[in-house]
């Protein structure tokens, strides 16, 4: 899997990308929303969680290659996750903290959101969130998203969840 934006190359996750992904996941205020920061054994388990949804799925979270600087900036894809008590596609995503605010995550989200819509039958792909992750909603709204629910849980205590069907993509796609 290979895909490009203006700025951007999405593609499979590979151990070699541990050191990059380290950086990103262990960050406290990258990870400020999930209950805690990963350490090295969870970095290299989530490397290897999207290899097998690669293999499983044909799709899972991609690394997320900047073309300018040739580094690993983050990861963003797809993957299937439990949503209110239902298994939903999920677009994620993590982004260097010293690249915040600059679209990255938009853009490469955007890819996502279009490759799903483009190579699954999947009808609707979903974002879902702590509630206090403006970030990631704010990502979500700008790709076209709508807040859809929200609910109380044990792991982000309200979690927020925005989606876009593929009705109101291919309406985005005539603007």
Known sequence: MHLETERL???EMVPNDFDALFQILSDPETMQHYPKPFDEEKVRSWIEWNRENYRVFGFGLWAVEH??????????GVTMQNIGGKIKPEIGYHIRKDLWRKGYAKEASAMCRDWIFKHTPFQTVYSYMKYTNVGSYSTAISNGMHLVDEFEDDANTITKVYAITRRQWLELQEL
């Not at 073309?67 to 963003?76: F, P, S, T, Y």
């Open 9 to 11: 190359i999405l593609r």
């Open 67 to 76: 073309k300018e600087i040739h580094e690993v900036i983050g990861d963003c």
